[in-house]
């Protein structure tokens, strides 16, 4: 298990915008993250199923709890997939007209070593990121 935080990334988007980003079935897209399932329980806990298609990497199905404590960030619980166990929370920092965001969390991955794992996570949550960020830069102009 590898502790990781990320710190220091900014969306282009107030914090109100991010959260109705993050609960709308129709602007939160992503071309590398498809989810396959989706499952409310209760207000603020969904799971999902994804799949996540990184370069020069095969495709990795996942199954994901999520649960939202709005505007403060999202818990992440690993339940399926080759990052079972791992639990991370994203929180966000309002900053006017963008929102600071933070990944702090142990990450897994089967069988990797921690210099692997490290880099696969930090990986993931740059694409995640960098996928947010475009569609809320397009959002934004939009709205």
């Known amino acids: 298990m590898v502790y990781i935080l990320d ?5 282009d988007a107030p914090i109100d ?7 709308s079935d129709t602007e939160h897209e992503h071309r590398a993250i498809k989810p396959i399932s989706m499952e ?4 603020n806990v969904v799971v999902i199923t994804n799949e996540v298609t990184m370069p ?10 999520m649960t939202m404590y709005p505007p403060f960030g999202i818990v992440q619980e690993y339940l399926e997939g080759p990052m ?10 309002p ?3 963008k929102t600071g965001v933070t990944v702090v969390g142990n990450f897994t991955a089967s069988g990797m070593d921690d ?7 930090m990986s993931v949550l740059e694409l995640a990121f960098n996928e947010d960020n475009e569609n809320l ?4 102009v939009t709205v």
């Open 137 to 140: 830069r397009k959002l934004t």
């Open 56 to 65: 020069n990497m095969p495709v990795v199905r996942s199954k994901i709890k």
């Open 95 to 97: 900053k006017g007209s």
């Open 17 to 23: 915008r991010i959260w109705a980003y993050l609960q």
């Open 84 to 93: 079972t166990g791992t639990k991370a929370f994203q929180y966000y920092i």
């Open 115 to 121: 210099d692997m794992t490290k880099r696969i996570a």
């Open 7 to 11: 710190e220091g990334s900014e969306f």
């Open 40 to 43: 409310m329980q209760g207000d």
